[in-house]
């Protein structure tokens, strides 16, 4: 029996929807959730994925804001921008869209970025604020994934947790959120022995190491959740995850796909963190 499929196109869409009703009071009250989003050069990615943001934001009643900086752009020009959004109080959230030119050192441009404006949850405040488990803005992805697994009701508290690479940005703070699940987690790199005698015994396993059909079914334990983190292009030109989707599914339990899966949660729970740093800063929450 093939796994069920979890759905991050449906579950995005009501994500958006609760948010869109929230903002709507909010605006009822005067207040409106803003987002700033830094580019800078043209890297068509980028590009793209800004657009999506801009389309969620109208979507969801947010306000965005722009700001595309030429590639050549400097460390001492970009930290100029990003404190002047960390100044405007009608800013509520503000992210610098990665990856930066090669001349800006990504690591200073983050921290400039107030915690309580770090909507991408990227910053050494709010990553440290995960770590010890205290109250903070979550990073997007891993939020993303684990919303997903709760989703599809898939039992977390005990079970065996695999994450397949150890990035700032999803693998280990998805490692962090599963350990909040109560799940036992075991993290996954380049140098781990025995890879697929790990994976398998995973209840839950979470791929996030940005290789084509990485994942093979003879990985996969009988019944297990796989979050599919990757998007990659195939031999055939076509976008895919880091998951075989089409073998993998006929063993899986739960199965997310690529496209429609945790990309459009990513983007669901940057609405969530705008309005809730929205809130924050003006006392409701």
């Not at 980028?46 to 460390?75: F, M, N, W």
């Not at 839950?204 to 003879?218: C, N, P, R």
Request: proline share 5%; net charge neutral; with cysteine.
């Amino acid at each position: 029996m093939a796994a069920q499929i979890i759905s991050g196109k449906v579950l995005a869409a009501q994500i958006k929807e609760s948010v869109r009703a929230e903002v709507n009071t909010l605006t009822a009250q005067g207040i409106r959730p803003c987002l700033a989003v830094v580019l800078a050069g043209d890297n068509p990615a980028s590009a793209t994925y800004v657009r999506g943001k801009q389309k969620d934001c109208a979507e969801c009643g947010i306000e965005s804001k722009l700001l595309h900086l030429p590639a050549e752009v400097t460390q001492t020009e970009l930290l100029r921008v990003m404190e002047t959004l960390a100044d405007n109080k009608d800013v509520h959230g503000m992210l610098a869209q990665l990856p930066l030119p090669a001349q800006i050192d990504d690591q200073k441009i983050i921290a400039a970025i107030p915690p309580e404006k770090d909507v991408d949850g990227f910053t050494p405040v709010s990553a440290g604020k995960l770590l010890i488990g205290e109250e903070s803005m979550l990073p997007c992805t891993p939020a993303g994934v684990i919303a997903m697994l709760k989703y599809a009701g898939v039992p977390l508290a005990g079970k065996r947790a695999v994450v397949l690479g150890r990035s700032n940005i999803v693998g280990k703070p998805a490692s962090l959120l599963l350990l909040r699940e109560n799940c036992t987690v075991t993290v996954c790199h380049s140098k781990t022995q025995g890879l697929q005698d790990i994976c398998a015994e995973a209840d839950i396993l979470v791929a996030a190491i940005g290789k084509a059909k990485f994942v093979t079914a003879d990985m996969v334990k009988p019944g297990a959740a796989v979050i599919d983190v990757g998007i990659n292009r195939g031999e055939d030109g076509k976008l895919c995850g880091d998951v075989d989707f089409d073998a993998v599914q006929q063993k899986a339990g739960w199965i997310s796909p690529v496209p429609g899966g945790v990309g459009l949660m990513t983007r669901a729970m940057l609405m969530v963190n705008t309005l809730k740093a929205c809130k924050q800063q003006n006392g409701l929450a």
